[in-house]
């Protein structure tokens, strides 16, 4: 689903990350760890197609990252408590993007799924903006699972969730069997057989 060769990314003449050979299966659920500045945001970043890598080349599911074609197999959650339209409500926020994505109905449909999923019905009218910071990344996390993507990216999407809905986040990803993630968090659910590590070190 995911492949990665010789993959390098570089600030001026810092070097983040360098030849970075991976293949993730379908399925896998990768984490990243390693200290801050490492290059696990700025890994996540490139592998979502905003941030172009300096060298070498990824795919999604034989698609360059950033390409349309691979944009349209992957959900990303970046930065959970932000991203969102503060004045539209929660479900405003994931209509809005669930109808990118989706006919209509089938959009409705899926907007309903996941806020019952993350728990979010009980707020789903209420402004983003005046929302919490938890309240904010689980409409966050919810956004990047519509559409059942092929690849999901997220970043920390649990530092500001309290324990019961850091517990759906987990559910949910775990009964997405299918699904690819990619996942930089210092919390996560037992380990099983999908779940794989990368260490960044930030050599450079």
Not at 16 to 23: A, K, R, Y
Not at 39 to 54: I, N, V
Not at 117 to 133: F, H, K, N, Q, W
Not at 157 to 180: F, I, K, M, V
Request: aromatic share 4%; proline share 4%; net charge positive.
């Amino acid at each position: 689903m995911l492949d990665l060769r010789q993959a390098a990314r570089r600030f001026g003449r810092r070097w983040v990350f360098d030849g970075l050979d991976l293949s993730v299966p379908a399925g896998t659920q990768l984490f990243l760890s390693g200290p801050n500045g490492a290059g696990k945001t700025t890994l996540l970043r490139c592998l979502s197609g905003t941030l172009a890598l300096s060298a070498g080349r990824a795919t999604v599911a034989g698609h360059p990252v950033g390409s349309l074609a691979a944009r349209r197999l992957t959900g990303v959650c970046l930065a959970p408590e932000q991203g969102l339209y503060g004045t539209l409500t929660a479900r405003d926020n994931l209509a809005l993007v669930a109808r990118l994505r989706l006919p209509w109905r089938a959009a409705r449909t899926a907007v309903a799924r996941v806020e019952e999923e993350l728990d979010i019905t009980g707020y789903a009218t209420v402004p983003a903006g005046r929302c919490s910071a938890g309240m904010r990344a689980r409409v966050s996390i919810a956004r990047a699972l519509l559409g059942e993507p092929a690849l999901l990216i997220l970043d920390e999407p649990d530092r500001s969730l309290d324990e019961g809905s850091r517990e759906r986040l987990w559910q949910a990803l775990a009964h997405r069997t299918g699904t690819t993630c990619v996942i930089a968090s210092h919390h996560r659910a037992h380990r099983g057989p999908r779940q794989q590590d990368l260490v960044l070190t930030g050599h450079r």
